[in-house]
């Protein structure tokens, strides 16, 4: 197993900006490419954004594109959504999630670990 852990989630107004992180507890991380998800109730899990296991290779959902960056610090074992210019349909809870391959995907079933979930909330 690689423990997933969100953070950084929190209520925003919309305009506004917040920065989600993703701790992974083995040293392995830096094999695994990344990928943030989201879901809202009812609906299916919506993949947002993914890096390969280098960083050298990013995907982005088109409703995100231009607004949210992902990276990674494989020194600390962290991935990162830096998510700018937030609307209210970004209101969801998200999704850390890894897979054991260098390449990054952008269906869940792709991913093999997944963490909790961190609510991302923007108020209009």
């Known amino acids: 197993q690689v423990p997933l852990v969100e953070s950084g989630g929190g209520l925003v107004q919309a305009g506004g900006s917040l920065t989600l992180s993703c701790a992974a507890s083995?040293?392995?991380?830096?094999?695994?490419?990344m990928g943030w998800f989201r879901q809202v109730p009812g609906k299916d899990r919506e993949f947002v954004a993914a890096?390969?296991?280098?960083?050298?290779?990013?995907y982005y959902a088109d409703s995100v594109k231009g607004r949210f960056t992902i990276s990674r610090d494989s020194a600390k074992n962290t991935v990162f959504l830096q998510m700018n210019s937030l609307k209210p349909e970004d209101t969801a809870v998200y999704y850390c999630?890894?897979?054991?391959?260098?390449?990054?995907?952008?269906?869940?079933?792709?991913?093999?670990?997944w963490g909790q979930g961190t609510q991302v909330t923007v108020s209009s």
């Open positions: 999630a890894g897979r054991f391959s260098v390449d990054p995907a952008s269906t869940t079933s792709s991913y093999d670990y």
């Open positions: 083995r040293r392995t991380f830096s094999v695994y490419a």
């Open positions: 890096i390969s296991w280098d960083g050298g290779t990013t």
